[in-house]
């Protein structure tokens, strides 16, 4: 704990993502650039899990959220993007090249095409198409979190390896500190799968799914985006650790004010996970149950999953 540069992410899908982020903190690059880079992996990746491979709305059609913040506080985000491969750059763009922070829908997606991203198919990945017929058997109304894992048959929040042997997650955040030491993060996510046309979570909003702050610290959310969003829940952990909390613990108090809102008994039906760095590159995560894991790089020989400490 404590170095840098030094690169987080959420999940498995962490672990590449992480590996492509650190080419550019290994040579003297900014944070910014490798949080952009190191997600737009999972973001291609076919079957796995963020991006255009990942799970349909209830209305069969693939809608795509992400934020990215930059070490001076900037923002851009994109919200329920369609048929666009990284909706992580469009992000990027939307920060650099507008006066706005968000674009959301068609809005965005003519914003993405005027900058020369391509219109991909409308057409779900083979896995998706596969999870999407099955869930339409019963059209179950309420969206779930990661109903993937569940009908995998494992444990309701294990990640479920899928066929082609990537982990299904669908959501990717990640945080880094470069040897500058400046601080800077990214979200993205095709959302909760079988969601309401037009639902949102907190991956692509400032402060609920990411945010930074480059005197302090930076903060990332996975799980059930409804919950983040009803607690701020990553501007809360940076304040935390602005007051001195440690990473850990900062994402240990907003995991417990979800927990005190709802109760244990539901809690036991949400995962939410948090993860975070501080100023000095001490990191920690905390979740409401177990199954949540984050990659961390610091060095060419070490990139390595660890399981998050949970509540309950
Ligand atoms: C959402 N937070 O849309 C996302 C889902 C997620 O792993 O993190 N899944 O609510």
């Known amino acids: 704990n404590g170095k840098k540069p030094l690169v987080l992410s959420t999940w498995d899908a962490g672990i590449d993502a992480n590996k492509e982020a650190w080419k550019i903190l290994r040579s003297g690059g900014r944070a910014f650039d490798a949080v952009e880079k190191g997600v737009m992996v999972t973001e291609s990746s076919i079957n796995c899990c963020v991006g255009l ?3 349909p709305d209830r209305e069969g059609i693939v809608t795509l959220d992400a934020c990215i913040m930059d070490e001076f506080g900037n923002a851009g985000g994109v919200l329920a993007l369609e048929r666009i491969l990284h909706p992580i750059s469009v992000a ?3 920060m650099e090249k507008t006066p706005h922070v968000y674009l959301v829908g068609d809005g965005a997606q003519m914003f993405a095409v005027e900058q020369g991203f391509p219109l991909e198919p409308q057409k779900l990945s083979p896995d998706a198409e596969k999870e999407y017929k099955k869930w339409l058997e019963k059209s ?10 569940k009908e995998g048959g494992q444990t309701a929040f294990a990640p479920n390896k899928l066929s082609n042997g990537a982990w299904n997650h669908d959501t990717i ?3 880094a500190i470069d040897a500058n030491g400046n601080l800077s993060g990214s979200c ?3 959302g909760m799968a079988f969601k309401m046309r037009g639902r949102v979570g907190d991956s692509p909003l400032v402060g609920a799914g990411l945010f930074v702050d480059n005197e302090v610290g930076a ?3 996975t799980g059930l985006g409804e919950e983040v969003i009803k607690v701020c829940g990553t501007h809360l952990v940076v304040e935390l650790m602005r007051q001195g909390y440690s990473p850990e613990n900062a994402c240990k108090e907003a995991v417990n004010r979800i927990v005190k809102h709802n109760g244990i008994a539901k809690s036991k039906e949400i995962q939410v996970g948090f993860l975070a760095l501080n100023k000095k590159g001490e990191y ?7 199954g949540f894991s984050f990659a961390v790089c610091d060095s060419d020989t070490h990139n390595e999953l660890i399981p998050s400490k949970h509540m309950i």
């Open 53 to 55: 491979g990942g799970n």
């Open 284 to 290: 920690g995560a905390y979740c409401i149950q177990t």
């Open 219 to 221: 903060a990332v959310s």
């Open 140 to 149: 179950d109304y309420k969206p779930q979190i990661n109903i993937e894992q």
């Open 173 to 175: 955040g990640m945080i």
């Open 188 to 190: 993205t996510t095709s």
């Open 92 to 94: 990027r763009r939307v």
